[in-house]
């Protein structure tokens, strides 16, 4: 008689589930789709400092009290982030030099994110042609005499 068959009945059973998969889960699908529109912002930098051996700008970015870290090259001009609207957005920037030396973290950029910029204007517009044409005569009505 095998080994396995001189286990308490309780362990057999226990074992036999353990060596069994579950069974193979059904197709997943998409019971609804719901379309998500962020803001992306561009901020443009200060110029870099005029030192030799900055390594790196690193950009605080605050979203709701959440913090995030973005770096920079030394000649970059500007970053992007996104965000939603009504999102309280802190920005702030320390340049960090090629000995690991940070400056003073700059003075913070403070704004609620929101969609406010109107569509462009549109353009194009153009006269295409110009022609004279024979006015119709316009009627006029006799005055009344009192």
Do not use: H
Not at 29 to 41: D, G, N
Not at 121 to 138: F, I, L, N, R, Y
């Amino acid at each position: 008689m095998p080994v396995i068959y001189r286990l308490p009945f309780w362990l057999r059973r226990l074992l036999w589930w353990q060596r069994v998969p579950p069974p193979k889960p059904g197709p997943l699908a998409v019971v609804s789709m719901e379309e998500v529109i962020v803001l992306r912002y561009t901020v443009n930098l200060p110029p870099a400092p005029p030192i030799s051996d900055l390594a790196t700008r690193e950009v605080t970015i605050s979203l709701n009290a959440d913090v995030s870290l973005q770096n920079c090259e030394p000649a970059a001009v500007s970053f992007q982030f996104d965000t939603d609207a009504g999102v309280a957005v802190i920005l702030s920037l320390v340049d960090i030099d090629t000995s690991g030396n940070r400056s003073d973290r700059s003075d913070p950029l403070s704004f609620t994110a929101s969609d406010t910029v109107p569509p462009p204007v549109p353009g194009g517009m153009s006269v295409a042609g110009v022609e004279q044409v024979e006015a119709e005569p316009k009627s006029t009505k006799p005055k009344r005499q009192p």
